[in-house]
């Protein structure tokens, strides 16, 4: 059974081989090879409030990156915008008086983000990512709060994931030099 299962799997391996097949991430010539070295040669550029400044660690995180501007070969430009929209509403009525409450939010974060080359300032790519986050309005101002920086900052790292996916893909069809 050991064997047929071996196999199966060196079957599987030639098939793949055959449609050209690579992994994204391979390292061909060492710890830091391919992919990997291009994009930890990326510089992220800060982003003004709290948001932005968790979306750019969440970027430098994904991507592995020194993040310092001198040596870097590529330089990350991120725009971040978000949509606040109240899904959830409650009315209740007592006596004449009707009362409304909105009970759920939705943010929508978009991410414009345009990788340049650090020497000639020539854009390489660009593109756009969006992310949702919702979360529930609580009887305490401070907990809502808390709640939605919570949910927002999970939407951001989804994103900063989603532009590395992106960034990788790119840089995988790139020439080898």
């Known amino acids: 059974m ?5 196999i199966v799997s060196l079957g599987a391996a030639l098939l793949l081989a055959g449609c050209g097949f690579h992994p994204l991430y391979a390292i061909p010539g060492g710890a830091r090879g391919g992919v990997h070295r291009d994009l930890g040669s990326i510089y992220v550029e800060p982003l003004p409030d709290k948001l932005g400044y968790e979306l750019r660690n969440a970027m430098i995180d994904v991507i592995d990156a020194q993040n310092e501007e001198a040596g870097a070969a590529y330089r990350l430009h991120l725009t971040l915008a978000i949509n606040n929209e109240a899904i959830g509403v409650q009315s209740q009525t007592v006596g004449t008086i009707t009362q409304t409450a909105i009970t759920r939010y939705n943010d929508t974060l978009t991410v414009n983000y345009e990788l340049d080359d650090a020497r000639t300032g020539k854009p390489i790519t660009s593109g756009t990512e969006t992310g949702l986050s919702s979360y529930n309005v609580l009887s305490s101002p401070y907990a809502t709060l808390a709640v939605q920086q919570d949910a927002d900052r999970r939407a951001a ?14 840089f995988s069809q790139q020439p080898k030099k």
């Open 2 to 6: 050991r064997t047929a299962g071996t």
């Open 157 to 170: 790292a989804d994103i900063a994931d989603r532009i590395r996916i992106d960034l990788a893909v790119f």
